[in-house]
């Protein structure tokens, strides 16, 4: 059978996600397996239709597609993400439905989840059938167990192919509400003091909607507040994932352009910041993923901490829990606060200008306060992961992270807490006592509040 890879690495052919197809062409040689680079060739595929239509010539007299790619920001890298925007802008959505599919993806499984979330959900929005998704880690080829887990999955694959089984949609259609937004007049504008402000969109003139909203939001204030428009911006590029920052910050396009000078002169050094924007399938737009991209180039350091965040969004984000995550995860790993997010879904203009003015009088309220909310596991698991990572396998090149990581104290590894080992060693030692464990039985409940209860009469 034949199987076209659509491969989302902006590495081409030298990206670790092409290893892994590699090693599944070596042991399934009976099936004709062809890599199509779209993340490096999508500035041709864009302008060359062309080029458009031999992507998808390849994947109509194929049997199967499999979509492969490094998970970048919480989601597949913005160049991928413009190919799958194309598929549906230029109605080729046809040319996908009913093939067999599934995605592999490399990383070190920092928000893999929701990279695969998306796109299962975008393969159930193109009527594919879906299979199943394979999360490697980078260096999982290495490892017996994890090949033979690739072999199996790849197997699975194809055997479902060849059988014609039947496969169940995990994600239903997003229903779009028809609706324009009238916004009213602020009657009373708040004063944000010194705090600066920024609000980034990424907003087009027929996306009115979200247009009005910004312009709602801007008005809120007495004074004036900076409105930036990623597609005014001069970016040449999205993150091309060399690494090369990884050593002191660094990015490969400085001087280049003026994504890295507006990140450190109007975000770093603000004190609120508001992002809008138009859901595009099931995420924002792909100028907003190129945006998340290159600010790699600080690597996997917290650079917006402290901040008050909100987002506006034009869109049906509650039909969207994927999207919802990534932007509360995205908020809790730069060490910020989510003050907010607003939709335009609810239909009803009144409301949504309450609810901006809330979202105003919040970001300033937090801001006076210096209010950072507690992470929950969103934020919590992924700052340990990086923890691990930047102590060990990433220390190098990522030799910045480590630095500012242990300036930061971010190693904070339990295993150095000796106090709590020797007693864990005498509990573990005294509870072989059936008389010991039963008298911690009665007092474990008490002892549990005790230090706390001490708190609360001091």
């Known amino acids: 059978m034949k199987i076209t890879v659509l491969n989302g690495s902006p590495k081409g052919m030298t990206s670790i996600s092409m290893q892994y197809v590699h090693y599944i062409q070596k042991k399934f040689p009976q099936h004709e397996i062809k890599i199509i680079n779209i993340s490096q060739r999508i500035k041709k595929i864009e302008l060359d239709k ?38 549906f802008e230029r109605n080729a959505e046809g040319i996908f439905q009913d093939k067999y599919t599934a995605f592999l993806s490399t990383s070190i499984h920092f928000f893999d989840h929701t990279a695969h979330n998306y796109i299962h959900a975008v393969c159930d929005d193109l009527n594919m059938r879906f299979v199943g998704s394979f999360s490697a880690d980078m260096s999982d080829l290495r490892k017996p167990k994890e090949r033979e887990r ?13 059988n014609r089984t039947p496969t169940t949609k995990k994600y239903m259609p997003v229903i779009r509400r028809n609706f324009d937004y009238i916004p009213s007049k602020v009657i009373e504008s708040l004063d944000a003091g010194e705090k600066k402000i920024v609000v980034v969109t990424d907003t087009l003139d027929t996306q009115v909607n979200l247009t009005r909203m910004v312009k709602r939001f801007k008005t809120s204030f007495t004074s004036e507040i900076e409105v930036i ?21 660094q990015c490969v396009y400085k001087d280049k352009d003026e994504y890295i000078d507006f990140y450190n002169t109007k975000l770093k050094t603000a004190d609120i910041l508001v992002f809008a924007g138009t859901v ?14 290159r600010s790699f180039f600080n690597g996997h350091a917290p650079s917006l901490m402290g901040k008050q965040m909100g987002f506006i969004i034009s869109g ?3 039909q969207i829990s994927n999207l919802r995550q990534i932007l ?8 910020a606060n989510l003050a907010g997010i607003v939709t335009d879904e609810y239909g009803d203009s009144v409301k949504i200008d309450d609810l901006l003015q809330d979202l105003a009088r919040n970001l300033v309220q937090f801001a006076d306060s210096g209010y950072v ?14 923890r691990d990572e930047i102590w060990g396998r990433l220390r190098f090149p990522f030799r910045a992270d480590y630095l500012l990581y242990k300036k930061l104290g971010v190693f904070d590894f339990p295993q150095k807490n000796y106090k709590t080992r020797v007693q864990n060693a005498i509990m573990s030692l005294l ?19 005790k230090p706390l209860q001490k708190i609360i009469e001091s």
């Open 50 to 87: 062309s080029a458009f239509q031999e992507i998808l010539d390849e994947v109509e007299v194929s049997d199967g597609v499999l979509w492969a790619s490094p998970v970048y920001y919480f989601l597949v890298p913005s160049n991928f993400k413009r190919f799958i925007e194309l598929i």
């Open 150 to 162: 690739l072999e199996l999955f790849a197997g699975n694959y194809f055997e479902v192919i060849e």
């Open 229 to 249: 428009n990623l597609r005014m911006l001069d970016i040449k590029g999205s993150c091309l994932g060399c690494v090369q920052c990884g050593y002191d910050n």
């Open 280 to 293: 595009h399938d099931r995420y924002l737009s792909s100028r907003w993923k190129m945006f998340f991209d």
């Open 316 to 318: 049906p984000l509650s």
């Open 328 to 335: 509360e995860a995205f908020t809790e790993i730069q060490h």
């Open 373 to 386: 909310g507690t992470p929950t596991f969103l934020g919590v698991g992924g700052r340990k992961l990086f």
């Open 431 to 449: 509870s072989k006592s059936p008389g010991f464990r039963k008298e911690v039985n009665k007092r474990l409940k008490g002892e549990m509040i």
